[in-house]
């Protein structure tokens, strides 16, 4: 092992873990926002997150404190009840679209406000979009980690009624399930998962791992397991080209994987549509 | 047999051409800021090779972690950091990160530049409300000459703990940057005397030292607070105060909202003045005597004009 590889090795191994253990439940809850059609979801829960450690910040507490994690954690579950409670069953005057849409730009707002009272805010804004990944610590890796496992355990023991309400609402209806207080348990979990991943990684990451890999198995494949698996592939390639960027042209890590997620995307299009050109024209 | 074989050593080194090989490899200084990164170099000379981590645009306060960071700290002979909390929004974790024996606290590896300055505006109490207050006081102040002497003194003596053969050339080196800067202040103080007591506004609370050095006042900051957005309301304030005290030069820095500054010129009739306590981040600016030299100029200037 030469030497520049145990210097890289030894800057980028928590960022690489963190980018490696982590993202895998967040293309799982991408999957299911994708069916949903309610993509921005996952930016207005990050963006609700980002709001509560600003309101955390603006008391007085650090951003690292446990208080500003369980502020953040609160006000990001009272977002998820608003997103559970505004999907409502049949008759439905106003799209939940709107309710998310609304709940970014005000969460953004709100942000903007509440750093004009901290110092640095100008900074601290751009910190929690882009995050910090390259200073993450080991014990945060595996603090997430074990949170991550937990919720992944919980996903999968209910991933039939999820699916189910995520795929065909209407017959789950039919079923008789409780649909809103199935939702608000996913939305909840889901809304632990961001706020703990948006920390880390910022508002930019955090979207990027839920959709992109989710948008490129969608368009590999048909069913779950395959789509999962795709996700992971797709999530893992980006980790890795990011981090390896970010390293080799000295770049901002978390932006660097945000970008590589972008361009996977585009060679997956470029790749579905070749493979699709050959068919015959009826 | 050894003595043959350091004859040929010798041998092949000489016909390498040149003068005779350094004895001794040089010191990796890693300099938080630019401004100390210059005076580390007019120490050390060419027994020292340095690197920046900061930008010399970029807020001393607030810089972007990059990978290439942590390795030149990991790399690093030495460091040399301003200290009083300058840097203590970023530079601890790549501190963390890089995990470099020869720079933690307490050895000669580490310079914290604000030991031995007589520091300004130290806090009577804490109060988390008051801002990007620092606990130590105001960390700005190498545009103050004689700190910068302080500073170059300490930076000697670590070099000389570290690399104890080069003491001589650090020793001659700081006797040089000492006088320069006796000759110089006599320059600067010339180019300043005639505006005793002009009063200025800045936008961080950043040109203190520089003031009191020479003789000027820093009347109001653009922030209301250290590191908090300038708001209408304390805008209105300063504009008001500005008029009352007839106060005309407001100082910004390339980091700094530079439209907040017009505006408020705009209807004082005052004059932004782009300045920089970082070498290299305006022109002819490499190094720090040449950074003083642009800053009193400038600030002469200015003054004439509003006068």
Known sequence: MSAEFQVAWQVMKWPLAACLLLPPLLVYLGLHVVKREVIFVDLALAQVATLGTCVGLILGYPFSARVTFWISLFVTFLAAGLFSWSRASEKRQVPQEAIIGITFVVAAAGVILLLSRVAGGKEELEHLLTGELLNVTKAEVGQRTAIFAVLAAFYGALHKRFGLISSDPAKAFAEGLYVRLWDFLFYAAFALVVVSFVRLAGVLLTFAYLIVPAVCAVMLAERWMPRLAFGWGIAVTASLVGLWASYRLDLPTGAAIVCACGLLLVLVSVFVSLRREPRPVH | MISKLAAAALAVAGSAGGPIPPAVAKITVVATTPDLGSIAREIGGDAIDVKTLAKPTEDPHF???????????????????????????????????????????????????????????????????????????????????????????????????????????????????????????????????????????????????????????????????????????????????????????????????RKTAETVARQTDGVVVDVSQQPGALKNTATYFDLMDTLVRTLAAAFAEKK
């Open chain 2, 63 to 257: 810089v972007d972690a990059k990978p290439s960071h942590i390795v030149t700290l990991n790399r690093a002979d030495m460091l040399i950091e301003g200290g009083a909390e300058l840097e203590i929004g970023w530079l601890p974790p790549l501190l963390e990160s890089a995990r470099n024996d020869k720079i933690a606290p307490g050895t000669p590896g580490l310079v914290v530049a604000s030991q031995g300055i007589r520091m300004l505006e130290v806090p009577a109490t804490l109060d988390r409300s008051r801002g990007d207050v620092h606990a130590l006081g105001n960390p700005h102040f190498l545009v103050d000459p004689l700190d910068a002497k302080i500073v170059a003194a300490q930076i000697a003596a670590h070099l000389s703990e570290v690399q104890p053969q080069s003491a001589p050339l650090f020793k001659s080196n700081l006797a040089k940057f000492n006088t320069t800067v006796d000759a110089k202040m006599i320059e600067w103080q010339k180019e300043l005397a005639p505006f005793r007591g002009a009063k200025v506004v800045t936008y961080h609370n950043d040109f203190v030292y520089l003031a009191e050095r020479f003789g000027f006042q820093v009347e109001e900051t653009l922030e209301p607070k250290p590191g908090i957005a300038p708001s209408a309301a304390h805008l209105a304030k300063v504009i008001e105060k500005m008029k009352a005290e007839n106060a005309h030069v407001i100082l910004v820095q390339p980091y700094q909202n």
